[in-house]
């Protein structure tokens, strides 16, 4: 039958001695006492050469305790804050001192990257459980932990693998060490820096291997004029050709090694390249050359039309021209419709066309009075006088501008210039008391009028009960 030990009794069934620092409340160290006895541990008045000194982290006395009695000769002696013995109790076992090196404690730094407060906690007392001082700065620590998850655990690892004793950890490294027992620092691999090992011999090129890249490069740049045989894309596509049973032979050299190949040789292969080309006369731009593409197809352009200004706008408006074209040289009616509401019956004018390039010149004396200018105090032109029928329209106090109770609602002025959505929105802000912007808004999330106009017509009725009520 297996007998099960006392937590706090060593292999030879003796008691593992206990000092608890004096200032720590009599409460706290009346109940520690009981537990370490109930686990088989024995408490002394004095700080034993072997065992566990109870501190409280953070505190003089505790300072002092260590400065006083801890020593590289005494590894036995073990500093450890009260919370110690709790822990030995949950853990069912004695909670060993890995993190102790030649009698000392290893100092850690819990970096910033671990932003969880009780992660930041929870790690800090099971480093100093388990011998360590978790209260290092960065430059002192020996051990840096750090959350993996973040982009600054891998800046540190480069910071600090140079370094020698320096160790960049992650904040679940810790566990991993209490549950094996030991302090075990991430293994260091070997990486490939690149370049051949000693001894080994790359693959040599073969005449086999240069009439080949020179078949390539006759075949996609025969003249060297045009450039580009000493670029590194001509020699990746002659590598993605590997998968051509008849380029096979391109796996013999990385696209890198072509490519120095040529450059290296390149008076001596532009020589056998110029031989292929004599050969086969290629035409340039033939399909197939490196550095030629396809001409994109010439897309049909759509005329845009111009939006016409609004002052043509309202010429269209005013005036129908109805007549017609028959490009014979005849003189053609036209015939214009006034669309104001002024009542005016229709005027035919008699237009002349000429009939050659000679009849359009001006003839002698036709701009004389036609195109007159004034001249000092004198009376202006025939052609600069406003019609009598302007004038009358221009004195008569009958002819008033439009209403602005048309253009306004409720006293606020409308831009007769908005375009029709933007009015009927400004109109609704306005009958119903919102602002334009809150209309706006809602019209752009539905895109319906009416609906519009509805949820704020039942918004300002919704308002107007509460008012009242």
Not at 297 to 326: D, S, T
Request: hydrophobic share 30%; aromatic share 8%.
């Amino acid at each position: 039958m297996h007998i099960v030990m006392p937590i706090f009794q060593d292999a030879n069934g003796l008691a593992i001695k206990f000092f608890i620092q004096k200032d720590i409340a009599q409460e706290i160290q009346a109940e520690l006492c009981e537990v370490v006895a109930s686990l088989g541990g024995r408490v002394e008045a004095k700080v034993p050469r072997q065992g566990y000194v109870l501190v409280q982290p953070g505190t003089a006395e505790e300072e002092r305790l260590r400065l006083c009695w801890m020593a590289q000769d005494r590894p036995q002696r073990h500093f450890v804050p009260y919370t110690y013995v709790e822990a030995c109790k949950i853990a069912g076992m004695q909670l060993k001192q890995i993190f102790v090196e030649n009698g000392l404690p290893v100092k850690m730094h819990i970096h910033p990257s671990i932003a969880n407060i009780n992660a930041r906690t929870t790690l800090s007392q099971r480093i100093m459980h388990s011998g360590g001082d978790p209260t290092s700065s960065p430059q002192s620590a020996k051990i840096i932990l750090a959350d993996p998850n973040t982009e600054v655990f891998q800046h540190l690892v480069k910071t600090y693998q140079g370094i020698p004793d320096k160790h960049v950890e992650s904040y679940l490294w810790v566990k991993k060490c209490v549950e094996k027992g030991s302090l075990v620092y991430t293994p260091l691999i070997y990486k490939n820096p690149g370049g051949r090992r000693p001894g080994e011999e790359r693959t040599p090129f073969t005449e086999d291997d240069e009439q080949r890249l020179c078949e390539w490069i006759a075949a996609k740049i025969p003249y060297k004029q045009t450039g580009g045989r000493t670029g590194n894309r001509l020699y990746q596509q002659l590598c993605e050709m590997i998968a051509d049973p008849e380029y096979a032979w391109v796996s013999r050299h990385t696209w890198q090694s072509w490519r120095e190949r040529y450059k290296k040789n390149a008076v001596r292969l532009d020589t056998m390249i110029a031989q292929i080309v004599d050969q086969k006369k290629p035409i340039p731009g033939e399909q197939g050359q490196y550095g030629y593409v396809r001409q994109d197809e010439e897309k049909n352009k759509r005329p845009r039309k111009k939006r016409a200004k609004p002052a043509e706008q309202n010429l269209h408006k005013q005036e129908m021209i109805i007549g017609g074209i028959n490009g014979n040289g005849a003189e053609v009616p036209v015939i214009v419709f006034d669309a104001s509401p002024v009542d005016s019956g229709p005027s035919t004018s008699r237009a002349f066309v000429r009939s050659s390039p000679a009849e359009e010149e001006l003839e002698d004396g036709e701009d004389s009075e036609e195109w007159a200018v004034r001249i000092g105090n004198e009376p202006p032109p025939n052609w600069g006088k406003r019609p009598a029928s302007e004038e009358s329209e221009v004195q008569s106090p009958r002819k008033r501008t439009k209403s602005n109770d048309e253009d306004s609602i409720q006293g606020i002025l409308l831009d007769p210039g908005v375009h029709l959505i933007d009015r009927t929105l400004q109109e609704i802000a306005t009958e119903y008391r919102f602002t334009l912007e809150e209309v706006k808004e809602f019209y752009d999330q539905c895109g319906e009028m009416e609906r519009t106009k509805t949820r704020f017509q039942k918004m300002r009725q919704i308002l107007s009960s509460i008012g009242e009520s």
